[in-house]
């Protein structure tokens, strides 16, 4: 069962902060972040695993709450090169499919 | 840096034909994957493969088939492409499993008429 993503969409000026949050109705071993600019390819953000640390890439920060079966993406001070689409992939234990959520797109306009 | 090479970028086939859709990694990756990518719907596992010749079935592999003859390629086949099957297919590698950071290729996008 696919992760559910939240916001879908996003619409940020630069400098602000926003969050995206990627719910799973089972228990989750890890979570994995990706960002898809227009016209190119995924691109791997970070991994936060079962018990581990706060990730971080640059500015983005992501947490992992075992007990709520989600994880959230943090864009702090955010920058025009943050536009894009978010997916978060869950990986229910270890050794399972990788399933991706439907992607929240965040625009940052000057 | 590792690449992953999707043979086109976009494709326009028929109703009925059958499509080869190919990708390419230059890293010696064990891991291939091919994911399809449509609109809120995200990326859903059509089919992965772990090693040569072997082949897994992912999320919805109805209406496609796979090959893997050698490490660097792995193939998404649509044995009679349908109108249902237009999207943007997403080919992918990673040297561990799951849990491991896995690199995209571009994509092709594919119309069946």
């Known amino acids: 069962q696919q992760p559910v993503q939240s916001p879908q969409a996003v619409i940020l000026r630069e400098g602000e902060d926003a969050v995206i949050n990627c719910s799973s109705s089972k228990a989750l071993y890890s979570v994995h972040w990706y960002r898809q600019k227009h016209g190119e390819a995924p691109v791997f953000l970070m991994i936060l695993l079962k018990g581990g640390e706060q990730m971080r890439h640059e500015k983005i920060s992501a947490s992992f709450n075992e007990k709520k079966q989600q994880s959230s993406l943090y864009l702090t001070a955010s920058q025009l090169s943050y536009s894009g689409t978010y997916f978060c992939?869950?990986?229910?234990?270890?050794?399972?499919?990788?399933?991706f959520g439907g992607g929240t797109r965040v625009l940052v306009k000057p | 840096d590792v690449k992953v090479t999707q043979s086109s970028r976009y494709l326009v086939k028929r109703t009925g034909e059958k499509v080869f859709l190919e990708c390419v990694q230059d890293?010696?990756?064990?891991?291939m994957f091919w994911y399809r990518q449509d609109p809120g719907l995200g990326l859903r596992l059509i089919y992965f493969s772990y090693d040569v010749k072997m082949k897994e079935k992912g999320d919805i592999p109805e209406g496609y088939s796979v090959s893997r003859e050698k490490k660097e390629r792995f193939s998404l086949i649509l044995e009679s492409a349908s109108t249902n099957q237009t999207s943007m297919y997403l080919c992918?590698?990673?040297?561990?499993?799951?849990?491991?950071?896995?690199?995209f290729g571009q994509g092709t996008r594919l119309t069946v008429v």
């Open positions: 992918a590698s990673s040297l561990g499993g799951w849990g491991t950071e896995a690199f």
């Open positions: 992939g869950t990986e229910g234990a270890a050794g399972n499919k990788l399933t």
């Open positions: 890293m010696d990756h064990e891991n």
